[in-house]
């Protein structure tokens, strides 16, 4: 099982080879791979994850890289995210329904809304057009 925040669900999707540390790019392969099997279990939740313990910005709870205000709006956006693609916090859901729910809802997606302050948007942006 893997715990992920809720905007980690669209990182995932626009993932480049790009990221804070190369720690953190090894781990988002590493989840990229787990999620590849249809049966893998995501628990949802709106705090530090899976994908936080190898970036060099997180500590034990929390974000640093941001101010607390900042912490805000990245837990605003993982409820967001959660919301669009019909979860909820806490959830536990599997790998499958996860690509279920992508396949049918990041289309129409969007992303400068609920991304559009994010430092990646412009590369996640990007991507998108080759995949749309």
Known sequence: MVQLRGHHLL???????LGYSKEFIQ???ELLKKIEEPSTRILLTTSCDYLCQACPWH??????????????????RDKAVL????FEEHQLITAGLYKKRVDLLLPKLDLKKICGNC???????????QVD
């Open 11 to 17: 990182c995932v999707q626009f993932f480049q080879g």
């Open 27 to 29: 781990k988002m392969y």
């Open 59 to 76: 500590n034990e709870y929390t974000c640093t890289i941001s101010s607390p205000s900042e912490e805000l709006k990245l837990v605003e």
């Open 83 to 86: 919301s669009y693609f019909g």
């Open 119 to 129: 430092r990646w948007f412009e590369i996640c942006n990007s991507k998108r057009g």
